[in-house]
T-cell receptor
């Protein structure tokens, strides 16, 4: 087990609603990255949070937003849900020593499976 | 051109056989490379990092060819428990994995048959 936890495990929403997903990082880790994995695809990078600030973002619209808290846990918020947002949402934690520091291994949580109807 | 390309398979391989996967990546400035394993409806788990000098972990061997921009994974003496999807992963930035995150291929589906 990686020690990364996510909640909820499953969620069903309707188009237009808003959703908040949560992630607790592994003990000792200070960085959380979020990924979206659609069926049959590899995970796609949404964004990363380091020291409570966004530290990089993939090609996702602004209705995908996030937060990181002082204890390094994180939230992913998605507004105005669309059918194509149905996917497995994964968070990954890592220990980063600086914004330009060498890459550190990312460890994934079990994911939240979101279905938008 | 996709950033990380893999043959999706499925690869149907008898137990005990040797199987090899390749993947190619488009960003020549990519800094670090990995193979992750993903079981059905589970999260990706790090299998191994990939270095230019090649590295081996038990039955698994990974190689990186920077000149040709491809990464390989070799599994020897395959077990039924090796059945999974193998994701080729590239970190384009090398800096905390932040600016660009990890770039994943779609994965190669491996089925080990008894």
């Amino acid at each position: 087990e990686t020690g990364v936890t996510q909640s909820p495990t499953h969620l069903i929403k309707t188009r237009g609603q808003q959703v908040t997903l949560r992630c607790s990082s592994q003990s000792g880790h200070n960085t959380v990255s979020w990924y979206q994995q659609a069926l049959g695809q590899g995970p796609q990078f949404i964004f990363q949070y380091y020291r409570e600030e966004e530290n990089g973002r993939g090609n996702f619209p602004p209705r995908f937003s996030g937060l990181q808290f002082p204890n390094y846990s994180s939230e992913l918020n998605v507004n105005a849900l669309e059918l194509d947002d149905s996917a497995l949402y994964l968070c990954a934690s890592s220990l980063v020593t600086g914004r330009l520091a060498p890459f550190e291994t990312q460890y994934f949580g079990p994911g939240t499976r979101l279905l938008v109807l | 051109r996709k950033e990380v390309e893999q043959d999706p398979g499925p690869f149907n391989v008898p137990e005990g056989a040797t199987v090899a996967f390749n993947c190619t990546y488009s960003n020549s400035a990519s800094q670090s490379f990995f193979w992750y394993r993903q079981d059905c409806r589970k999260e990706p788990k790090l299998l191994m990092s990939v270095y230019s000098s090649g590295n081996e972990d038990g039955r698994f061997t990974a190689q990186l060819n920077r000149a040709s921009q491809y990464i390989s994974l070799l599994i020897r003496d395959s077990k039924l428990s090796d059945s999974a999807t193998y994701l080729c992963v590239v970190n384009p930035s090398g800096a905390g994995g932040g600016a660009d995150g990890l770039t994943f291929g779609k994965g190669t589906h491996l089925i080990i048959q008894p």
